[in-house]
Structure formats: C-alpha cells, structure tokens
C-alpha cells in the first residue's frame, strides 16, 4: 500500500488510519461484489438494448472509461493547471501514474494499490470520497464495474478516437458496416422500399422538392425495366439539378450563420446575399470541400483573388454587430472575432474551442494560449462599427469592408444615361446664373419678411381626425388618432399680395399628448410629415428651399418636397417646441382675395407620427432661416465681404434663387435616382496593411491583456507547415491539407446526419472527448477518407450514401425487438422535414413554386406587426405580390431578431450563432401554421386548382389519385379514397347550395392567387382537400 | 409489439403529456441525447429539486432600465451633492454608454413630487411617483445591490434573461419550462407580453437557445391572432375546422396502422391540441367578462394594448396555470429629461403592478406565484448633459449604469417587507451584499424548486445551464 504523504488536499494521515483504510477497501471491495453480483442478473434480465455494451469484452479505454473520466473527474483533475486540484491529473497516462509521493492514482492491474479506486469507492458521508459530495456527482455501479475492470486490465489510456487520424481496410462499402453493426445485435435489415417510395426520398433529400407526376411516371417505366440503372440515373440527374444547391445551402447557412440583418438593437438590414447566393452555386458546382473551405476562410488572400472568392469571405462577415448606441468599438470587434474563431472550430474541428476563451479547456486538449494563437489568425481585419462624427447618442454606423456587386449592362446603360442628363442639368443651371438674378436676390435678402397668415375655409383628413380651428388660424388635431393620414386645408388670404413663399408651422398645444407638436406620443412628441403640396386655385405650385427651424437627422426638411413619400421632416429631439418650415415657390403667384390655396400634409410614417397643430402663411420675399440667415443678413450689409464671406453668400443663393433652385432640385432628383441604380454590395473579409498584435486576455476581458501570442494551431492536431503563411490563407490550407484527422469525419458526419437525421457521432458540434461515440466508428472513417481520396468531392460521398442498400430501405416500423430509436439503422429512417423544406415541398406540391434563383432577399406574406423593433433605419416588411411571393425558403430575408415566423414554428434558428443541428419538434403551433397562416391556405386554394385542372377524368376517385399522385407520389388507398370522397361530396352539396360560402371561401383564400376553375362550389370544396392534404404528417415528413 | 417497443412508446407518450408542445419533445435525436446524458449522470435529472416556494412567475422587464435612483434607492446625499463634479473615480477608466466627460452628479429633485416616503409597516423608501406601489409596500422584497456585466441594452437584455451576453442561449422562462414544464397542457408553459415595441435582444429574449424549441416563450400578442395562426381562414367556422382537423386526424390514424411511427401519434395529439387553443387562448385573452370593478382597478380596457392589459392577462394566465409569465414594457431609457420622461412612465405601470399584487394576493396565488420587477441594468447617479443645480427641474438624463441598481420581488416565497443589500451613498456602487446577475437568476430559479447547479443541458460537449459556473442563491430573502 503506498504511504499518504502530507500534502493539503489529502490530508496527513497516522499508521492506525492508514490500516483502517485498508480495512475500509476490503470491505467495500466485498460489499461491491455482491452488489455487482446482483446487478449482472439485474442486467441481464433487463433488456438486450444495450446487448453489445453488456458484453464481457475487454475494456475499451475512449468507450467505457473516458466518459466517467471527463464526466466526473478532469472538472479537477484536468489540462487546466489553474484549477488542477492536488497536482494530479487524470486526462492522461502520465497524469494518473505520477507519483504524488509514494502513491499513485493509477496502478495498472492493481486495484488495491490505485488510490483513484479507493476513493471512488468511499461511502457518501467521507470526506474523502471522489467525486466529492458538493460536485454533485456520482459514479454509478455499473461505472464502477468498469474502472475496476479497466484498471485490473491494466489501466491503459489511449488517445481520443477523434484526434487520431482515421484508417480503413480497403474493399467495403456503406451497406458493409452497417449490416455489421445490424448482426452483432441480432437486427435484419428492411426490404427495399417501394419504387414510388425511393423516388420521393430521393427527390426531397436531394433537392428539397418533391417528383412531379411526369418525374415519377417516367422513373417507375424505367424501374420496371432495369431498377438498378433507373435508380442510379435518378440519384445522378437529382445531384445534378440546380435545386442541389438551395437545398444542401440551408445546413451550410445555419454554420455560417447567415442572415441579412446586423443583429442586436434595431437589428438593421444588410446586403450579403451574394454570399449566399456563392454558398448554393459553389454547391451546385461541386465545389471541392478543400477550396470550399479556402475560399470562404481566406478567398481575399488567395492571389489574383477572383471576385467570387472574395464574395465567399461573406462567410465570416455574417457574424453579428451591435451598432446600438453606447457599444464600445473595440469590445464589438473582439466580440466578432471570438465568434469567428468558435465558429471556425465548430465547423471545421467539430470542437468547441470556446472554453479555452477564459481558461484551458476543462476537457478537451485545448490551452487558452492555443485559444488566442488561433485569434491571431483572425485578429487583422478592420472594425465593423464606428461612431457617427460627432454624435454619441446615435446608433453607430456599419461600416468594415465590403464590395460592389457587377451590374447587368441595362443597367449599366441607365446609369449612364442619367448621368449625362446629370450633366446637361448642371449646365442648365450654369447658364441660368446671371449677374442681375444675384443683384435682385441680394436686394431680396435684405428686405424684412413680412408674412401674412392664411384663413381656414375648410379643413379634412383621411384619417377620421377631428379637428378645430383655434383663433389664430391654427388648425389643432382631435379625436381618432390614425397613423396613416392625409391634412387637406383650404384657406384665403385677407390682403391680396404676390406670394414668393410659404411657410408651415407646426405648434405646441396643451391638449396634445405630451404638449405636442407631435400627437403619436407623449413621451416622444415626434411628428414625421412626409409630404407637403400646395395647389393655388386647383393648380398645382412647384416648391423649393426648404428651409426649417429643425431638422432631425435623416428626417430633412427638404424631403417634404421631393416626391417621395418614405423621405419626410421630424423634429426629435426637439420636442415640445413650436417649429416652422419655409418654401419658396418657382415662379411667384399674384393672391387675390378669392384665391384659394390648398395645402395638403401627408403622413405615411407607419410608427404614427401626426402634426397635432399647424398655421400657414405667405410671404413676398425669400424667407430667412435662422442662425444661417443672420449671419448671411450681416455679410449682405457689408460694403466689402470678404472673400470667404462672398463664398458663403454665392452658396446660399445657389441654394435659394428660385430661378436656381429648381435646377438645384431637379440636380438632387437626378443625384438620388443614380444613388437608386448604384451596384448592389455584399459584405468581405479584408486583411489590415498592418495587423494587430493578439494577446492573451485574461478571463477572456478584451481590457485584461496579458502575454503576446503569435497565430497558432493547437498541438494535438497535427503540426501547420512552417512554409505556410501565417495567416487566415495558412490557417485554411492546413485544415484541408488532408491530415487532420477531424476536418473529413466533422463534414460527411453532417451530411450523414442531414439523410438519416442523426449522426454517426450523434454530438454533430462536438467530437472531442465528451462527444458520443459513434454509432459506427469503421464507417465514419471510411466516409472521411473516401471524401479525402475523391479530392473533397461532396457528390461523390453524397452519391454512394444514396445508392447504398441502406438509404433505400423500406422506412415502416416492424415490431422491433432493439433499438425504436433506429440509432443502428436496419430499416430507412423517417421524420419530419425542416422549415425551409417544409415551405418548398408545399410550394411544389400547389403548382406555385417559382424556381428563380439568386438575389436580394424576398418577403413573401408574413402577418402584420412581426418586425417592431425600436432604433435608427429601422426596416420594414414590404409584402411581395409578384413570383417573389412563392420562392423558395432559402430566399426569404433573415432578420435575427424577427425570423420568418412560420419557420420559426418549424425550429429554424435565429442564426445569431453558429446551429450545428435544428431541434426537430411536433408542436400544436406546428399544425396552427399549416392550417391557417395564410401562406398556407393559398397554397392549399392553388393546389385545390390544380387538382381540378391536372386530373384526366373529374371524377371524385380520379382527381383524388391526381392529388396523391402531386402530393405523395403514390396512389391513394382505398380508405383514403372512401372518406374523402364523404369530405368532397358534403362539401360540394354545401358549396352548392350556399354559392355566398364559396364565394367567401375561395376568397378568404386568394390573397394574391387567382384560381382557374370556373365552378366555385367545387373549387371551395376541393380547397377543404387541400387544407386536408397540407396537413398530414406525410406532407411534412420524409418517409 | 416488443414489451421494449411498448415501453419505449410509453415514455414517449409520457414526455407528450407534461406539457404544451412537449408531445413535441419528438426530439429523435434531442431525446436520445438527454436519455444518454441522465444514465451518466443519475443526478443531472430534469425537473424538481426540492420543493418550490413559488409554482408560477410573472417576471416583468422595464425595457431601457428605469432610474431606480429615482424610484426605489433614496439617496439623500446624492441630492445634497446634486450639481457637483462627480467622483473622479466614477468615470476614470469606466466604461460608460454616453458620457464622454467627466459628468456631475445628479439627485432626484427635492421637489414632493418625486419626494420618497416611508410606506406600510416596513417603511420601504418609494417615491412619490408610485403611489400605487406604496401601498402595498409591505409585499416588497427589494434587492439594492444587484450590478450586471454589460452596459448596453441588448447585450445586456441579454445577459440577464439568458446569463451569457451574445445569442444563443437559452432564456430563463426556457429553462424553466424545460425544468418543470407547466399545469395547463392547453397553453404554453412560457408567454411574453409586450407592450411597446419589442426590446433590442428581440425575439432571442425569450428564444430556447440550444434547448428543445417547444420551451421557447410563446409571444401573446395584442393585435391580430393572440398566436400566430390562431383564426380560421376568413368564411371557415369552427365546425368547419373541426371536420378538417377530424379528417386531417383518421387519415394520420390510418397511416399510424400501417407504419407504425410514434411521431404520428404524437401528431394527431397536437392537431387535437391546436383545436383546443383556437377557443382556449381567445378566451383567456377575452378580459371582456372581467368586472369593471377590476378593470378599474388595472386600468385596463378590453380589447386594448397596454402594460395594464397585459398586467390583468399574467394574472389570468396564472390562474389557468401558465408556469412563467414574461411582461416587457418598452420606454424607460432616459438619457434626457428624466424628471420628466420618468413620471409619464410610472403613471402608466404604478396602478396595473399595484393591482396586480392585491389581486394575486385576494385570490390566494400569491403565495405561489413569485411576481419579479427588473431591468436590464440601473441608471448613472450622474447626470447625462447638463444636471443644473437641483433647484430647477433638469433637463437632464441618467446614462447605462452596470454597476448597482434595485429590483424587487414579491410573494411566492420571498419576504415581503425586506429589503436586501445597499448601494453606496452616492447609489453608484453595489456596497452592501452585492448580488450578481447570476445570482439573482439563481434565486428565482431556486424559488420556483430548481437547483440552478442542477438543470443542465449538455451541449457541445459540456453540462449548460443558466448561470454558468456562478451563481448562489441569496437565502437572506426567502421565508
């Protein structure tokens, strides 16, 4: 027995205690072998579920004893020296054999000597029992059956399966090791499925979307001929469609982390959709997993960088961004590039470098040192916020690198077009510039403004507003209070006079929330005006020079004049003030006293931000603005201005001059519609001239530096070629140099998961040492290396998975004796499909699926009041009426803080971080989604009108096999066949005698479809069909 | 059928009946996992630990952070030195949202309308501004030392409702929900409220995180469906819907028979289910039967959006026995014209929280049911612009300020009348008792029979949970 040495947390020890411990292990020993006794005939009545684990072979080190290690004692007793109790660690031979003084933890093939044993085996009240009673953990029987017998065994450790590079006898293929892993727990493997049943599987695995009819009459004919080819032709021409790519593209974005919005307060849009569009062609490319990788990690690093592999660097410019108002610029870069580093590890490594952020990892062989070696590599690109000049209580500006985007040569040519109407303008306005229009504005300007207030004659507005008109000819708003509203006031003048100008003002009031001027709110008394129009005697009046006593930023006053209903004027934070707003008319207008002026006010601002109180007047003059005007009023008094003071006055009169002005403003239409056409951008990775130099931070704090590191691969992989640039570039190659011995296994583990819907390791984001262990260790290799030796080819690996007798197998469950999970599939797995398939299926099945590919994001129906969110350049839904509307779920705009929310209800991610793996749930909101969300009650409506238009004969039965066909690809039964034909008989009987139902039915569903078959009755019965059809759990699931 | 098979089927149809949505727990995978997870660890089970002070929790969020200096934390020598250069060390190497130069310090007004007041047998410290809450002073247990990480709003949001301040993690009401499930399998576990606009953490405030999405809070919103797709399209009735979901069900049933997938079962429950919320959830969201005399007492008014609205529905909820219940009530970031923002503020939640508490408390379900007022962080004893000199009214604000502020508890299991841990005298540090945000997180978990320590999820390879490797419950306010 070794001597307990005197060190802390064992504690010293006397000769007697010694001997009682002794004593103690014996007795425990005993005890422990009754028990143990006990539970072998415990275990082996139970159930033959874990057969092959009950088996009395021999110990397996990273199967049976690693797991209770890492479970229960490297928390302590781990890689990490800071929180290492005792000096002792137990991940590693070594660590375990040390002599901590005359004793070891570990004493191969001698139970009674390894201290670890005695320890684990101490009853609950001892102090010294390990795992200690406040971790709250505890090792079971069964574990401690298995150190026992490890240790008796001789106690060896061997390094974890997933960092030792994968090996494979040559000869076998897929079906080989899984029929092997079937037989040694007495499983026999399914029939083949159906031919029908093949198709379906195929067709929604490979490309998200279901065979259509003439798809399956075609592939059933060549069945019935030769199955074989039939099937290998089908799997080739399904891997070759351009739907491949928008279907696989899903699982990529979920890594990638893609969406269009920054994420955050305000969570503003933002344009990297070429990314995504890069991610679905370098898919349907087939792309080489190695230069997949390269591009997207390091494409702007490569030489003569093609402008696709720079829109490939989108994939580490998708990470989130807080522009909120307050965010320290550095703690939002640090932020993003700890993410870009987890995430690369996740992806890539199937590790979680994460932990090491703080600490070294508590389990896996990962040192914080190794944490930021790798931050290194991504520590040298430029901030992505910056603060707007001098504002701090805005939100920030997004800036950091990105791109332009190649335009189409139309609208080159328009571009072009409008910049040399650009040009004429501008000489246009040259021209009009003479010496005496100075003079006469000159002479102008020094004259005092004398305006004179408009009468009220009648006042409306579109928003059901009350209103009173106050004795100073002020209009104040009441009652109803509408968001979206138009003023209409028509007023006179008392005194005939010639109007050059016309002012707006917008007044405080006590009766209005918060005094106003606004009346949306009483804390915010904001108004958004977004037009203005005056009209003299039912002719329209051209208005320039806006001029305002304030402007909120972006809300210039100027946009009440150019045409443009989002553009408008808004006061925050001056609230509670009166405010005016002042405009010079074109070309004078003579007022008599039965002039009638009309001044419309527009608000279309949907937060709802109405004037509560305005007054007009006119004026025969150029109306002053304020600090501005007074400065220019005491220049124009000046004999001799300066020059820099002639400078100032020649800008404001360009500005100003009426016979100017409207050049200046037809310049700034002219200016704004060739902003409109300017080239779409898209997000990329930019490496600084000169990069950071990366420290350590001290409990992961980016204000806590400690050591500088230099970019760095952790040491358990295999070494980075000291020729390789140590940069992002370097970084990628080495992952895909074909040696580490994770990067293959991370990726075709994913794709193995994506068909059968659970992995081979079924911990996708994790195969370091508290990952599961694989369900077929042989096969995860051989697919590795067969994806390593096809050059990266994805196809190739995704093709063999296909033909494999396993992935055809008939999917029904027999009464099974092992394994209801399927985790050892002898028979094809079946579940529910994700959001986006889900959608996509639905679409195809309803003859609405539009296959445009590519672009900006789309907004098909979404319910109203989804995206509220408060903030600067906040977005909004702009519901698609055109074939946007029915495009496939890939396209649709991902905002993070508001998803698409039907999808949301099918477990897709807000995808403000890296998803490895979608939940797969059965919800009642689930069946809420598809039974009415109206996206899906048009869909229904428009297959109900294929149906009717598709089917060869109308009768019941025949259009019944038309829907089956559609939807299922197979024919109906006949107990189908009998209770729906019940279902469409009541429903035409209904339909028919109450004609206003199905009229009020077809409409209820049409929001944008219009249906083609001319006998409502049966349309809206058939509607109820397919309302019926959209909702069975064959629609939604992969079979 | 195996006995195996049946057995297997059994534990799964007992995972379909705990809760909304957990027929849900279909989680092929998820389900796996857990499984495997819990025959490593035999401790690391689901659900309760010990039994629970509180069985339901409205836990409602000023979104923006209300100045609790101004509310709850008096500090007279703040307002003694209202107008002076503050502190050197309130601003040299701190990280502030706004302020960008050395700011002054800032009192509440001396004036009675934002006077506090000793209150009820207890004498909490309340202004004037909630006189409401005033009077039921004596169910409060406030806590004044509670400080947080993060010093703007969405992170921050963040890191109080999920314990980690960037996305993807679950949130409390999630944890919970996935804890210990919920009473009324006809509604969720877990219900946001929102009045205002929804806060800058946005949907991720309520989201699951790496946890199953059937515990996500499900939004109830105001305007339109109640949830999402709740109404038949426009010219079906409800019997007509009913037929549709019967027809949808026999035919899933048929193919049940013939494939024999529980998933299928699980379905046809749900498809049940969700005909059952089309009239569960308009009736609980119908306050029309409610009696003027309470409408009155919430100042609420059916059919309308509103904090009070949405402070008579929680107590609705609770009563059909929703597990956690989650206000958000967007508006209280002042950085300007506090004195004045502040007011307009408490005059629309002093009344519904006030009411809320009686009502609770009338009808028995405040003994469990915890009712939990926070924020996302408190408000600088400094001013942000110009502070004046305290004899007229500032037009001043309050920036972000991490490192102290007040929220209060009441019912279920924490002493009402008590009041836990102290700012300094000047409100900027947590002096007395600090309680961290994971703490704090640790305690309600605690309340509602959860071992924060405990509830885990194992993910990525490691054991999750709320409050990381932090966390202790602060006894001191429990009964």
């Given amino acids: 027995m070794p001597l307990i040495p005197a060190i802390p947390h064992f504690g010293i020890l006397s000769q007697e205690e010694r001997l009682n411990r002794v004593r103690n292990i014996l007795n425990r020993v005993h005890k422990f072998l009754n028990r143990v006794q006990s539970l072998f005939w415990a275990v082996c009545l139970s159930s033959a579920l874990d057969a092959a684990a009950e088996d009395e072979k021999a110990i397996d080190f990273n199967r049976d004893i690693r797991p209770i290690i890492s479970e229960n004692c490297v928390h302590c007793h781990g890689p990490d020296p800071e929180t290492r109790d005792a000096g002792l660690r137990l991940d590693t031979q070594a660590g375990a054999m040390e002599d901590l003084g005359g004793y070891q933890a570990l004493v191969p093939h001698d139970l009674e000597s390894s201290e670890m044993w005695y320890r684990i085996m101490l009853d609950a009240d001892d102090d010294e029992l390990m795992p200690p009673a406040d971790s709250k953990r505890a090792l079971t029987a069964e574990q401690k059956d298995l150190v026992r017998r490890w240790i008796e065994s001789g106690g060896e450790y061997q390094e974890h399966w997933a960092f030792v590079a994968p090996e494979r006898e040559a000869g076998h293929t897929i079906d080989h090791f899984i029929q092997k892993q079937a037989d040694a727990r007495q499983l026999t493997l399914a029939e083949r499925a159906k031919a029908s049943a093949q198709i379906r599987r195929a067709s929604l695995d490979i490309i998200g979307l279901p065979p259509t009819p003439e798809e399956l009459d075609d592939f059933l004919l060549a069945y019935s001929q030769d199955a074989e080819a039939a099937y290998a032709s089908l799997v080739d021409r399904l891997l070759a469609s351009p739907r491949f790519g928008e279907r696989w593209a899903r699982q990529w974005l979920d890594l990638a982390r893609y969406a269009d919005s920054n994420g955050f307060q305000a969570d503003q849009l933002r344009d990297s959709w070429a990314y995504r569009d890069w991610v679905i062609d370098a898919l349907n490319d087939n792309m080489p997993y190695d230069r997949f990788t390269i591009e997207q990690l ?73 944490y930021y070696q790798m931050f290194a590599y991504f520590n040298n690109t430029p901030v992505e916020v910056s603060v707007p000049s001098g504002k701090t209580d805005v939100s920030h500006d997004f800036v950091g690198p990105f791109m332009d985007l190649p335009q189409s040569p139309e609208l080159v040519a328009q571009r072009e077009q409008i910049a040399a109407e650009l040009k004429a303008v501008r000489a246009e306005k040259k021209k009009l510039d003479t010496k005496s229009a100075y003079t006469e504005w000159q002479q102008q300007m020094r004259a005092e403004p004398e305006w004179q207030t408009c009468q009220v004659q009648a006042f409306e507005s579109t928003g059901g507003e009350t209103s009173e008109v106050l004795a100073d000819q002020s209009v104040l708003m009441k009652g109803k209070f509408s968001a979206i509203t138009d003023y209409r006031a028509t007023m006179t003048v008392e005194t005939p006079q010639l109007a050059r100008a016309i002012r707006l003002e917008v007044l405080t009031h006590d009766q209005l929330p918060g005094q106003g001027p606004g009346r ?208 992002r570039l370097g970084l990628a190659q080495w992952l895909v140099n074909g040696e580490n011995p994770l990067v293959a296994r991370v ?185 009415n969300d109206p996206a899906y009650v048009e869909m229904a409506l428009a297959f109900a009108d294929r149906i009717l238009t598709e089917s060869d004969s109308p009768s019941v039965a025949a259009r019944l096999h038309t829907a089956y066909r559609i939807a299922f690809s197979r024919e109906a039964l006949p107990a189908e066949i009998e209770h729906l034909s019940e279902v469409v008989a009541e429903r035409v009987e209904h339909f028919t005698k109450d004609p206003t139902a199905a009229q009020k039915t077809i409409a209820g569903a049409s929001r944008v479809y219009q249906a083609q078959h001319s006998d409502p009755a049966e349309l809206a019965a058939w509607f109820y069909i397919g309302n019926i059809l959209l909702n069975l759990d064959e629609m939604v699931t992969k079979s | 059928m195996s006995p195996q098979y049946k057995n297997y089927l059994s534990r799964r149809l007992f995972f379909q009946h705990t809760g909304f949505g957990l027929g849900g727990a279909a989680l092929a995978s998820v389900f796996d996992r857990e499984s495997q997870a819990a025959s490593a660890d035999p401790l690391q089970k689901r659900g309760l630990h010990h039994q629970p002070k509180a069985e339901h929790i409205i836990y409602i969020h000023m979104v923006g952070a209300p100045s609790h200096l101004d509310l709850f934390d008096y500090k007279p020598e703040l307002q003694k030195r209202s107008g002076q250069l503050c502190p050197d060390e309130f601003f040299a190497g701190k990280q502030l949202a706004f302020i960008r130069e050395q700011p002054n310090l800032m009192g509440t007004p001396k004036d009675d309308k934002y ?73 969720p576990d877990f219900v946001v409220l929102n009045s205002g606009q929804i806060l800058g953490a946005g949907n991720s405030a309520w989201g699951s995180g790496f946890l199953p999405t059937v515990h996500q809070g499900i ?42 997938d529980p998933e299928i079962a699980t379905r046809i429950s749900q498809y049940e289910m969700a005909y059952r919320m089309q009239s569960s959830v308009p009736e609980l969201m119908d306050t029309s039967r409610e009696s003027a005399a309470t409408h009155e007492r919430y100042g609420s008014e059916p059919g309308a959006a509103s904090f009070a609205n949405n402070c008579l ?161 602060v006894q001191d306010v429990i009964t």
């Avoid at chain 1, 003299?536 to 809300?555: C, H, R, T, W």
């Avoid at chain 1, 694989?774 to 995860?780: A, G, K, V």
């Avoid at chain 2, 039921?136 to 890191?159: G, M, R, W, Y």
């Avoid at chain 2, 010219?235 to 819907?241: N, T, Y």
């Fill in chain 1, 298 to 370: 390091a494409g702007d690093l490569l030489p003569d960088a093609t402008l696709e592999q720079k829109i490939a660097t989108g994939f580490h410019r998708t990470v989130t961004c807080n522009v909120e108002a307050g965010v320290h610029v550095e703690q939002n870069r640090t932020n993003q590039v700890v993410d870009r580093v987890n995430t690369t590890g996740t992806v890539w490594l199937g590790v979680t470098m994460e932990c090491a952020q703080c600490h070294d990892h508590k389990y896996d062989p990962f040192t914080m040192r190794e």
């Fill in chain 2, 115 to 187: 006077a506090f007041k000793h209150c009820g047998q207890s004498g909490h410290q309340i202004s004037n501004l909630m006189p409401h809450l005033q009077g039921v002073a004596d169910e409060l247990c406030f806590i004044k030392s509670l400080h947080t990480e993060q010093f703007n709003h969405a992170p921050a949001q963040l890191f109080s409702l999920t314990g980690f301040e960037r996305f993807g993690r679950p949130s409390i009401g999630s944890w919970v929900s996935y804890g210990i499930g919920s009473h009324n399998r006809n509604l």
């Fill in chain 2, 219 to 260: 939004e109830f919103r105001s305007k339109g469906d109640p949830v999402l797709f709740l109404s038949n399209p426009d010219g079906m009735s409800d019997r007509e819907r009913k037929s549709v979901v019967d027809s949808v069900n026999k035919l899933n049933s048929l193919q049940l028979d013939s494939i024999g």
């Fill in chain 1, 747 to 931: 990726a075709v583990n994913r794709w193995w998961a994506e068909i059968f819907g659970r992995g081979i390791v079924a911990t996708l984001e994790d195969f370091g040492t508290q990952s599961e262990p694989p369900t077929h260790p042989e096969l995860l290799d051989w697919l590795a290396i067969e994806l390593v030796e096809s050059g990266w080819d994805m196809k190739h690996v995704l093709r063999h998975i296909f033909l494999s007798e396993t992935y055809r197998q008939d999917s029904r469950v027999v009464d099974s004796q092992v394994d209801p999970p399927n985790h050892f599939l002898a028979r094809a797995p079946r579940f529910r499909l994700e959001a986006e398939r889900i959608r996509d299926n639905a679409l195809a099945v309803s003859g609405l699926l539009s296959t445009k590919m590519h672009g900006r994001p789309i907004m098909p129906y979404q319910p109203d009041n989804i995206w509220r969110q408060v903030g600067r350049n906040e977005p909004k839904w702009i519901e698609a009426k055109d074939e946007n509307r029915w495009r496939r779920g890939i396209y649709i705009v991902y905002r993070r803080a508001a998803p698409y929310p039907s999808m949301v209800n099918f477990d897709a991610p807000d995808r403000g971080a890296c998803t490895v793996e979608r939940p797969r749930t059965n919800t009642p909101l689930q069946a809420l989604t598809m039974l």
């Fill in chain 1, 520 to 727: 949306g709110d009483e804390t915010r008394t904001n108004f958004v005006l977004n037009e203005l129009e005056l009209e003299i005697d039912g002719q329209p009046v051209e208005l320039v020079d806006a001029k305002a006593s304030f402007s909120q930023n972006k809300y210039d006053v100027s946009g009440l004049i150019d045409g443009d209903i989002s553009s408008g004027w808004a006061i925050a934070p001056e609230y509670r003030k009166d405010h005016w707003a002042t405009f010079q008319l074109t070309e004078p207008v003579e007022l008599s006293k039965d002039s009638q002026l009309q001044v419309v006010l527009r608000h279309a601002y949907k937060g709802g931000r109405t004037i509560g109180r305005f007054r007009v007047s006119v004026l025969d003059g150029i109306p002053k603005s304020s600090d501005m005007d007074a400065e220019l009023l005491s220049i124009l008094k000046k004999q001799k201005p300066s020059k820099s003071e002639q400078k100032k006055l020649r800008a404001a009169y360009e500005k100003s001059s009426p016979a100017l002005a409207a050049m200046v403003k037809k310049e700034a239409q002219l200016d704004k519609k060739q902003k409109a056409l300017k080239p779409d951008q898209t997000l990329v990775m930019q490496e600084m001239d000169e990069g950071r130099m990366t420290r350590i931070m001290k409990r992961g704090n980016y204000l806590d530096q400690g050591d500088e590191v230099q970019a760095g691969t952790p040491a358990v992989l295999p070494a980075i070629d000291p020729e390789l640039p140590a940069n």
């Fill in chain 2, 313 to 473: 529905l929680a107590r609705r909820m609770v009563e059909k026995g929703v597990r956690f219940v989650q206000l958000f009530d967007q508006g209280w970031d002042h950085h300007n014209g506090v004195f004045n923002a502040l007011p307009r503020k408490t005059q629309q939640v002093d009344q519904p929280i006030a009411a809320l508490i009686k009502d609770l408390k009338e009808r028995g379900l405040l003994d469990k049911t915890l009712v939990v007022w926070g924020a996302e962080f408190g408000r600088t004893p400094m001013a942000q612009g110009s502070s004046g000199t305290g004899e007229k009214l500032s037009s001043a604000g309050r920036d972000h300020h991490k490192e102290a502020y007040t929220v209060w508890m009441a019912g279920g299991g924490v002493k009402g009348g008590h009041s836990y841990g102290s700012s300094d005298e000047l409100g900027y540090s947590a002096a007395d008792k600090p309680v961290h945000i994971h703490d704090f997180n640790a305690t309600i978990m605690h309340l509602l029979g959860i071992d924060h320590e405990r509830l885990t999820f194992r993910y990525q390879g490691r054991q999750f949970r709320l409050t990381d490797v932090h966390g202790h419950v």
